[in-house]
C-alpha cells in the first residue's frame, strides 16, 4: 500500500515570491507521483507527473517538482507565483505495477496556496 | 474539465430520499471513477470501473450504489444516506487504470444530506 503526507496544510506567500510545497510518500513498490491542483468550486486538474526518466519534471502554469528517491519526496515548486496560483494542491501516487493498488491514486490530505498582494 | 461532466453540481436531500448523480465523459476513455472528498481528509477512491466492469470497491457502504452502463457514463445512486455523506463527489475517466494515465477530474457534486 502507499501513503502520501503533505507537509503544510497550508502556505500563505506574498505575489511574486518563491513557493514550495512539500510532498513525502511510502511505498513498498515502484510509483508513478501527480500534482493535481484544484480551483475554488471546480474539480482537480493535472500540473505535472513524474513516470520515469529525468527526476526534474516541469508542469503547467510554470510550475515544477523533483522527484527524490532516496528521501522518497516529490516538492512542488514555481520561482514566482500570482494571485491567479491561489487553489488547493494535491500530491498523489500510484503503484507501478501488479498488486492490489494497481492503477489507484492515492491522495495527500493537500495545500492550501493562498498568494497575498 | 468540460471533458468531464457531472449533474447536477449541487443537491440537498433528506436521509430518506433516493437520488442520483450523473458523470459523463467526452474522452474516449475506458477507465472511471468516483472519489468521495470531505472536509480535511485526503480524497477518498470509492469505485472504479474498467471496460464497464467494476474493478473496485473500496468498502463503500451499500447505501451507494454504482452504474455504469457503458464507457462514457457512470452514475452513483444513493438511498437512505447519513448527514456524514455530505461531501463533495468526484468523477473521473482516464484511458487505462494504471500505466501512469492522468486521471480527467468533473467539477464534482456538492452533496448536503439533511
Known amino acids: 500500500a502507499q501513503s502520501v503526507t503533505q507537509l503544510d496544510s497550508q502556505v500563505p506567500v506574498f505575489e511574486e515570491a518563491p513557493v514550495e510545497l512539500r510532498c513525502n510518500y511510502s511505498?513498498?513498490?515502484?510509483?508513478?507521483l501527480f500534482w493535481y491542483v484544484q480551483y475554488p468550486n471546480q474539480g482537480l486538474q493535472l500540473l505535472l507527473k513524474?513516470?520515469?526518466?529525468?527526476?526534474l519534471v516541469k508542469g503547467i502554469n510554470g510550475f515544477e517538482a523533483e522527484f527524490n528517491k532516496s528521501q522518497t519526496s516529490f516538492h512542488l515548486r514555481k520561482p514566482s507565483v500570482h494571485i491567479s496560483d491561489t487553489a488547493e494542491y494535491f500530491c498523489?501516487?500510484?503503484?507501478?505495477?501488479?498488486?492490489?493498488?494497481?492503477?489507484?491514486?492515492?491522495f495527500g490530505q493537500g495545500t492550501i496556496l493562498t498568494v497575498h498582494p | 474539465e468540460t471533458g468531464v461532466t457531472q449533474t447536477p453540481r449541487h443537491l440537498v436531500m433528506g436521509m430518506t430520499n433516493k437520488k442520483s448523480l450523473k458523470c459523463e465523459q467526452h474522452?474516449?476513455?475506458?477507465?472511471m471513477y468516483w472519489y468521495k472528498q470531505s472536509a480535511k481528509k485526503p480524497l477518498e477512491l470509492m469505485f472504479v470501473?474498467?471496460?464497464?466492469?467494476?474493478?473496485e470497491n473500496n468498502s463503500v457502504p451499500s447505501r451507494f450504489s454504482p452504474e455504469c452502463p457503458n464507457s462514457s457514463h457512470l452514475f452513483l445512486h444513493l438511498h437512505t444516506l447519513q448527514p456524514e455523506d455530505s461531501a463533495l463527489y468526484l468523477c473521473?475517466?482516464?484511458?487505462?487504470?494504471?500505466?501512469?494515465?492522468?486521471?480527467?477530474f468533473g467539477p464534482g457534486t456538492r452533496l448536503l444530506v439533511l
Open positions: 473521473a475517466s482516464s484511458q487505462d487504470p494504471g500505466l501512469g494515465g492522468t486521471q480527467y
Open positions: 511505498s513498498s513498490v515502484s510509483v508513478y
Open positions: 513524474y513516470l520515469s526518466g529525468s527526476t
Open positions: 498523489a501516487v500510484s503503484a507501478l505495477a501488479g498488486g492490489t493498488s494497481y492503477g489507484k491514486l492515492t
Open positions: 474522452l474516449g476513455h475506458n477507465a
Open positions: 470501473y474498467n471496460f464497464k466492469e467494476q474493478t
